[in-house]
């Protein structure tokens, strides 16, 4: 008898395992390799669990996430108006968590000898519609008679949103003559290959491959200041210093006890922030790890960062939100 039930215990432990609720993000790949990463270390923990990360980009990843296709959404920017009613039409309710900062780093090839530093009103003069800028010496005239080679974020990108934003005064705007991706590896690879290159992307991608890549310094009115962890954590890296973002559908929290357990996971677990670290980003105080995860428990739902000015100060928003939800 005792035997039976030790195999009786033993099978219904098993049938729970292969009873638990798959999880399932897409979004923005910027974003990607911080919750794959984290999704490993959930899984040495929880290998009954599977975790289903994709990237269509943070635009394309809404699409999917406001009709209820998946679970969580990877975001590089905060989630629009346009993107929340999407969301409210059909019924789905979020919570959004920042995870991270990033440095939207602008790179050029490791031969590129003169481009060390432009300034945002050079960037722009590049990047802005309609620019006439084709050449190098067209940026400055004692940078060579090259052709000026471009690679950036595609349109449904979170990155692309935020650069040109920053960059160009209005989300969306930008020259048509460059090479676009949705894939970060797609536009390393081309910077890479190319001694006339520049493309932008996130900070993580430049730290895999920086001995393949040169970040520019960029001068936002206060001298040269290039990508690192330390600018980009306390913002002096402007104006392409940002958090990053996960947003968690409330349905899926409710029905899934495998996604509560996977968000509490990355909140809390210090093996997750050791993941998150190793991605190259850059992670968020304490403070905000914890404030984020009272929202997730209180079920605080909707966006307090959509329409907040890049550089405003994300653990006082977060301190706000957190004395509202008492």
């Known amino acids: 008898m005792k035997r039976l039930f030790i195999t009786a215990a033993a099978l219904l432990g098993l049938a729970g395992l292969a009873l638990a609720q798959p999880i399932r993000g897409d979004g923005s790949s910027t974003v990607y390799p911080?919750?794959?990463a984290v999704a490993e270390e959930f899984n040495i923990a929880r290998p009954d669990v599977r975790v289903t990360v994709a990237f269509s980009g943070t635009g394309g990843g809404f699409k999917k996430f406001c009709v209820g296709e998946t679970d969580l959404q990877n975001a590089s920017r905060p989630i629009t108006k346009a993107e929340m009613d999407e969301c409210r039409k059909n019924g789905v309710e979020f919570i959004e968590i920042p995870v991270a900062f990033d440095g939207l780093t602008v790179v050029v090839n490791p031969q590129n000898t003169w481009a060390q530093c432009l300034t945002v009103a050079e960037l722009k003069r590049i990047w802005e519609p309609d620019s006439k800028v084709t050449n190098w010496n067209q940026v400055r005239p004692s940078f060579p008679n090259r052709p000026l080679v471009l690679y950036g974020a595609g349109t449904d990108s979170g990155t692309f949103d935020y650069f040109t934003e920053a960059i160009n005064g209005k989300a969306k705007a930008?020259?048509?003559?460059?090479?676009?991706?949705?894939?970060?590896?797609?536009?390393?690879?081309?910077?890479?290959?190319?001694?006339?290159?520049m493309g932008f992307f996130g900070y993580a991608y430049y730290v895999e491959e920086?001995?393949?890549?040169?970040?520019?310094?960029?001068?936002?009115?206060?001298?040269?200041?290039?990508?690192?962890?330390?600018?980009?954590?306390?913002?002096?890296?402007?104006?392409?210093?940002?958090p990053l973002f996960i947003y968690v559908s409330v349905k899926s929290l409710n029905e899934k006890r495998s996604l509560q357990d996977f968000v509490n996971f990355l909140l809390t677990n210090s093996r997750?922030?050791?993941?998150?670290?190793?991605t190259g980003y850059v992670l968020l105080p304490d403070e905000a790890y914890r404030i984020g995860k009272?929202?997730?428990?209180?079920?605080?739902?909707?966006?307090?960062?959509?329409?907040?000015?890049?550089?405003?100060?994300?653990v006082e928003i977060m301190k706000k939100l957190e004395a509202e939800a008492k």
């Open 34 to 36: 911080i919750t794959q």
């Open 174 to 197: 930008i020259r048509k003559d460059y090479f676009p991706s949705e894939d970060d590896n797609v536009l390393v690879r081309g910077v890479e290959g190319n001694v006339n290159a």
């Open 210 to 242: 920086r001995g393949k890549l040169k970040a520019v310094s960029v001068d936002n009115g206060k001298g040269c200041v290039a990508p690192t962890e330390a600018t980009i954590n306390n913002g002096t890296y402007a104006p392409l210093s940002r």
């Open 272 to 278: 997750a922030r050791t993941a998150i670290r190793k």
């Open 294 to 314: 009272v929202l997730v428990d209180k079920r605080v739902k909707g966006s307090v960062f959509s329409g907040i000015e890049p550089g405003t100060p994300l």
